[in-house]
């Protein structure tokens, strides 16, 4: 509602404005796709396997309504075949069957971007400090960022083997969520907040003594290009991302101010073979999605990014029958003010108040003697200044020489 979609819409404009400047053009995926789009990336994920949003149309297709973009935004280069590399950025909503609590919704926005076709380290970083340079931009300071390596699929395959065994030795231990994911992803094992799980996940095996040689060149490479751009950050072995096709570097953001359990506000990383799975020619990328919704309550808990304050520049009070406003409001607005006007041919006595309730800093008034003499009265509103009359033909020149914009500054 307003005044937050104001807010909302300037986020997303900040965003585009941070990832145009890198050359990242609009991707518009649309919300509902094929449900093999997700089901053929993700089928070990809850995402995927519990909390879709999927039905069949009336025209017997399984479709979902997505519950993130970067398949979409895979699929979508497998159909189209664009030239590489391939820059874009997307913003809109997406939908899972989670558990509403705060800052965990079953609609909520992203703005993301994904690179194709390149396997350049500093790209990774690139991707990174723009996700960086937005925070800032924002005004957020509490954001850290945390990263990591799965390595290579290789790397990945013996250190997944290996979580597998360090877990199945904890036995009933563990507790039956952990056990059933350990069944379906042992990576994800690693994610689980529960309690009785943490002594396991703390004594768990590192990537890091499973990573090749190329991978570990590859995230030196990532952390020297943060160090070079002063972004800091620090390597959490643990981080994982639950998607198979995930390789080498890793990340996420976390706010400063909220619950643990709500507490990233994006992530991304490098991956491969999605591209293929959609049918398309085996191609990397990586990329990076932001939760508009929680950023928005960081904002809120840092105090800053406040919503922009659109005043209105001009009420117009006519009390002629309202045919004059039409006109007035019309013009007043062609010229770039904002105008808002009484309706339903009330009093003047009730076009004043809701002038005066509008925080306008002018009102129009026009009368009997005004419209016959072709002027209008322009009488402050908020301050004492004595009232003017104006001839209609000089009322726009005078009120853009008396107004001053009053648009909110944001960072
Ligand atoms: P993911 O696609 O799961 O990596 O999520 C990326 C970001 O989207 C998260 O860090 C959150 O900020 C946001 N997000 C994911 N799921 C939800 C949700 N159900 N409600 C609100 N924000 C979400």
């Known amino acids: 509602m307003p005044p937050e979609s104001a807010r909302w819409r300037r986020l997303t404009s900040v965003f585009a ?38 039905f069949v149309d009336k025209g017997d297709r399984r479709v979902a309504l997505r519950p993130e973009v970067t398949a979409s935004v895979c699929r979508s280069f497998a159909q189209h075949r664009p030239k590489l590399p391939w820059k874009v950025f997307y ?16 609609q909520f926005d992203q703005v993301g971007i994904e690179v194709l076709g390149v396997d350049d380290a500093f790209l990774d970083v690139e991707v990174i400090a723009l996700a960086w340079e937005f925070y800032r931009r924002l005004g957020l ?8 390596s ?44 529960r309690d009785p ?25 990532v952390q020297a290009g943060l160090r070079e751009l002063d972004i800091p950050f620090e390597v959490e072995p643990k981080l994982v991302r639950g998607l198979d096709y995930y390789r080498r570097t890793i990340f996420e953001f976390q706010g400063g101010t909220l619950d643990s359990a709500q507490n990233a506000l994006g992530g991304g990383g ?68 904002v105008a808002d006007r009484g309706y339903d041919n009330r009093s003047m006595k009730a076009q004043m108040k809701l002038a005066n309730r509008s925080g306008a800093q002018f009102a129009v008034i026009i009368g009997g003697d005004e419209a016959d ?39």
């Open 150 to 193: 799965l390595g290579e699929p290789d790397d990945r395959a013996q250190y997944v083997d290996a979580l597998r065994e360090h877990f199945e030795a904890a036995g009933s231990a563990l507790t039956e969520q952990s056990r059933a994911t350990l069944q379906r992803n042992p990576l994800r094992v690693l994610d689980s907040k």
């Open 373 to 411: 003499a072709g002027t209008a009265i322009v009488k402050p509103l908020r301050t004492q200044d004595d009232q003017v009359v104006i001839a209609r033909s000089t009322l726009v020149a005078h009120l853009l020489d008396n107004i001053h914009s009053e648009e909110s500054d944001l960072p």
């Open 17 to 54: 404005e941070v990832v145009e400047s890198a050359g990242y053009g609009q991707l518009i995926p649309p919300l509902l796709e094929d449900l093999g789009v997700f089901t053929r990336i993700g089928d070990a994920t809850d995402v995927v396997t519990k909390e879709m949003y999927d």
């Open 270 to 337: 490098r991956y491969d073979g999605l591209v293929e799975a959609l049918g398309g020619p085996a191609t990397p990328g990586v990329g990076f999605a932001l939760g508009v919704d929680r950023t928005l309550i960081a904002c809120d808990d840092e105090g800053v990014f406040a919503a922009p304050v659109k005043a209105i520049d001009v009420f117009v009070v006519d009390v002629t029958g309202g045919l004059n406003a039409v006109a007035v409001t019309a013009e007043l607005r062609r010229a770039g003010l």
């Open 91 to 106: 913003s809109g909503p997406n939908f899972r069957y989670e558990k509403p609590q705060r800052g965990r919704y079953r």
């Open 141 to 148: 300071k509490q954001v850290k960022l945390i990263v990591n």
């Open 197 to 221: 799980d943490q002594s396991f996940i703390a004594s768990a095996p590192l990537i890091a003594n499973f990573l090749s040689p190329e991978a570990t060149e590859h995230f030196a490479a």
